[in-house]
Nanobody
Framework: EVHLVESGGGLVQPGGSLRLSCATS????????MSWVRQAPGKGPEWVSS????????YYADSVKGRFTISTDNAKNTLYLQMNSLESEDTAVYYC???????????????WGQGTLVTVSS
């Protein structure tokens, strides 16, 4: 079975940093797209970042560009999101997902993790 498990969330002060991890099993990245999506309290899901393997193209939402960095460790089948200069507006549940940034074609199987909570507060 395919599983995604996020970790690394927690409470951090404004201006601080966190690194989120997404451990995967049941598949290898190969030529594929992986994404981070977040959902803040009272808001809908917001796409954050995506990475394509093996070409390693990366994409970021304007709200996090310059502050967040997406990366992979293919040997460990792990996806990362390094978050710097965190703001209160970054408070959300963060999910990793096996999906591209935009709409997926019919028959594309999306896989999501359970999410990890990031709280940015003084």
């Amino acid at each position: 079975e395919v599983h995604l498990v996020e970790s690394g969330g927690g409470l951090v002060q404004p201006g601080g940093s966190l690194r989120l991890s997404c451990a995967t099993s049941g598949f290898t990245f190969g030529p594929s797209a992986m994404s981070w999506v977040r959902q803040a309290p009272g808001k809908g899901p917001e796409w954050v970042s995506s990475i394509y393997t093996p070409i390693m193209n990366t994409y970021y939402a304007d709200s996090v560009k310059g502050r967040f960095t997406i990366s992979t460790d293919n040997a460990k089948n792990t996806l990362y999101l390094q978050m710097n200069s965190l703001e209160s507006e970054d408070t959300a549940v963060y999910y990793c997902a096996k999906r591209p940034p935009g709409p997926t074609p019919i028959g594309y199987l999306e896989v999501w993790g359970q999410g990890t909570l990031v709280t940015v507060s003084s």
